[in-house]
């Protein structure tokens, strides 16, 4: 695949060398760490065996000799991950499962620090065996510790009690200490719990914390004085909250998620090396990417005045106009694609006309990123086939990718029309009815076309639906909530929707030669999410701060999404970053399996078979083409690039669209289903709708 910086022959660097010396070593390793030839041959090479229960937590030391794991048989074992060697076994003094190991920093690899289902943190050292440090810091479960290489004996723990603390080995430690850097029951509830906390590798005053709902929330610790445990303390008023994210279209509907058994939580957040871009595997729904755009800008980078003033006349700017419309979209100065991207453009036109969706989807990622900047017949038609998978989030994808269309052709007439379908698929309906008026006023020679009366007749539908709904909980419960209210970012349209036939047979795609290299790029996405935000906060209630509801108003809306894996039964599964220079994206599921994607096209490049229930587990090596493995089963796996002999690799799966189509279907199971999966018995997820033995329960082997 092109676009990871790696696809330099061998003279090429040889001259580099040559010429910049040992300069050049730092950009060969990010680059060749993990290329996707290795990711294709990568297979398993040894199992480490040792631990007596489930291995919840692994972590490379920063060169990458020496592995460390931690277990529900409350032990820690240090290997040497490349030879495959137990090199010490440390029996803990913790009572409860350990779910989080790190080492720490300025101890020459002599010790690590633990936390566990028992509320205490842990320091030891595992050249003697000897505790260090042990304290019952928590009064819930210890879900993570993290640490930062310029912080040398000082670690930092994420507790259930929604509590994030801060241990120096240099100071006594005990629940008394006033230690508390975040507290985040004072800003989010009495509910809320961290589940993973994770340091700023390069701006190490910074530490992002997930919890128990969608939004991770990043902190600067120069603005917190660490205080003492005090309930009956009132909250700081400066929390030290820089920023929130959250996927935009999930604020709102955590009630939802939490019917079907799905609770929105965020089981693991990582930065990039270089802290850049920010990972977050979100239980009960997808992996998130936010970017540097998202992490670091401060005002919105799109145009809002894209389609404003749409009664008037639009003028010709930035080699658009509106004059000319051809296929849905108005004739802009746009050049002819690259043959490289007008032939996948025109392969996934086939795929998508043809009802596979997902294989469409795949190959418009792929030309979207040869093309190298947004293309608006390339995002509208994207948009078009997510429309048509409905993934979990992909309704919200097309919304974004309809934003970016119409940011780049005002005049797009499909592209205005599928925004209008995205929006009544969300539930966001006032913004829906105005995205129908503006068209009117925009285009008045559409308003008979059968593609806007289908488009009225679905948004009057959702209306009278919600009306019906409203009316049978009663006034006292709709005055409960906050009336809907428009998003700014809705005033520059971008969506790109068919003009479906009479027939409303599946709709052709865009199949124009329209490009500009020149033209102005639109963002990857919206810095502030759009949908009627102030009225789509999540649970905001009286318990949350004024700090808390200003910030979830600014929540800053994600980048890039990856999709396939499977996150509803344990709340430790992890997703990082594969290569030095994160070139790919890995996550495990509860399938079994775990999934690697290119990080710049988004799209699914391996699959592999890495436990007999669920991977919770993945870290990379710091420096070699390997990475380890651990889930339910009592073994850490680890993984490298297999020698091209021929042989079979048992334990890679062939088709991956079918492994991701089935993670979604167990995503969306029934709930009593879900029940009976997470209890151990398994579902025949894997067979498609209408199959023979639907629903027929089957014991998972032992």
Partial sequence: MAGHGSHKALPEWLHNRQTKGTDVSEDFAGCCSMTPDLVKRLGLVKELEGHTGCVNCIQWNSNGRLLASGSDDKTVIVWDGLVGRRMARVETPHEGNIFSVVWMPGADDQLVGTGAGDCRVCILNVETGATVKSVIGHQGRVKRLTTAPDSPGVVWSGGEDGLVRQWDLRERWSMDSSNVLVNLTHHAGRGAEVKCVSICPSRSELIAVGANDPFVRVFDRRMITCSRLDPSAIPDTECGAVAYFVPGHLPGVEAAFHRKLRPLTSTYITYNKDGTELLCNLGGEQIYLYDKFAMYS??????????????????????????????????????????????????????????????????????????????????????????????????????????????????????????????TELDWLPEATKCLDNFKLKHPEHKKSAAFTQREIDLNAALEKKSAASNRTGAAASSASPPPASSPVLSQYSAASFLRSDDDQVEAMD?????????????????LHPGGISSRLGNISSEHSKQEFEFRLKARDYSARFLGACNTTTDIKEANFLGRNGQFIMAGSDDGKFFIWDRKTTNIVKVLVGDEAIVNCLQGHPTAPILATSGIDPVVRIWQPRPEDGQENTRAVGDLEAAASSNQRRMNADPFETILMNMGYRMNVDEEPGDANEGAVQCRPS
């Fill in 298 to 423: 401060t005002s919105a980078p799109i145009n809002l005045a894209v389609i404003q003033n749409c009664d008037k006349k639009q003028l010709p700017a930035n080699g658009f106009s509106n004059n000319g419309l051809k296929n849905g979209q108005s004739r802009t100065a746009f050049k002819n694609l690259p043959s490289d991207v007008e032939a996948l453009k025109l392969e996934a036109n086939s795929e998508f006309e043809a009802q596979d969706y997902s294989k469409a989807v795949y190959l418009y990622n792929q030309a979207i990123s040869h093309h190298a900047t947004p293309h608006p017949i390339l995002c509208g038609n994207r948009a078009a086939a997510l429309m048509k998978r409905k993934w979990d989030g992909d309704i919200y994808a097309a919304f974004r990718d309809c934003l970016s269309a119409l940011f780049l052709d005002p005049g797009h007439i499909k592209a205005h029309l599928r925004l209008a379908q995205c929006l």
């Fill in 511 to 527: 199949s124009d030669d329209d490009s500009d290299d020149d033209a102005v790029r639109p963002p990857s996405s919206p810095i």
